[in-house]
């Protein structure tokens, strides 16, 4: 069964990225509520629960930058992540002093935006207390994981490389990823990430196939 991270409503006009953003991110276990305008925004935030919105900046009604800065002034703190072929350095400050969030530049790679979508609700305190991969659970809380119904136990680094794999499905990690977000460093070597991976996917071997080695570059969950 799918289970969703978190409510996301995008709000872009270019039909064709929107349904491209609702598939990928609907592919990632996200919610989404779908606009192409601002029309509707307030309405739906007095009646649903929504974690995130990403927004494009231009859209017919006018710039969101303004709609934004009202919506701030109502009282509604949902983050927001503008989209934008606003590049210049001013529209980034303009944005970011407007209330958004997080500010990405068309065109942009998936991967990045996902990664800065996870990060938004980090802060934001959006996690899931449980991360779903497959027919494996992981309690971040009382920091389980479970196979099916069966407890499987884990080292602390065991722990936080699944964590860091379960919570970006599908992306490509490089090993200066892993070395700052399991071993919160940037001088882990090759060798040092290589050896936890291969012990990991032996001590578990039904994860052991998902667990894709990218040569010279890092690992995928997939």
Not at 116 to 138: M, P, S, T
Not at 140 to 151: M, P, Q
Not at 178 to 192: A, P, Y
Request: glycine fraction near 4%; charged fraction near 35%; aromatic fraction near 10%.
């Amino acid at each position: 069964m799918l289970k969703f991270k978190a409510k996301i409503c995008i709000i872009e006009d270019d039909r064709d990225l929107n349904d491209l953003l609702t598939l990928k991110l609907k592919s990632n276990a996200y919610e989404i509520l779908s606009l192409f305008d601002f029309k509707e925004l307030e309405s739906v935030l007095d009646e649903q629960e929504i974690d995130l919105l990403i927004v494009d900046r231009n859209l017919p009604s006018g710039d969101s930058l303004e709609k934004i800065k009202n919506l701030r002034k109502q009282g509604y703190k949902e983050p927001v992540i503008f989209l934008t072929a606003k590049t210049l350095h001013k529209d980034l400050l303009e944005g970011f002093e407007g209330g958004c969030d997080d500010y990405i530049c068309k065109p942009f790679e998936f991967d990045e935006l996902l990664l800065r979508i996870k990060a938004v609700l980090k802060r934001y305190k959006k996690d899931e207390e449980k991360l779903f991969y497959k027919d494996f659970i992981l309690d971040t809380i009382n920091r389980d994981f479970f196979y099916k119904d069966e407890l499987i136990e884990l080292s602390n680094l065991d722990y936080e490389l699944i964590k860091c794999l379960f919570e970006n499905q599908n992306i490509l990690l490089s090993r200066q990823f892993l070395s700052e977000n399991v071993w919160k460093d940037d001088t882990t070597n090759d060798k040092t990430i290589n050896i936890a991976l291969t012990r990991l996917r032996k001590k578990i071997p039904k994860l052991q196939t998902h667990i894709k080695s990218i040569r010279g570059v890092g690992y995928k969950l997939c």
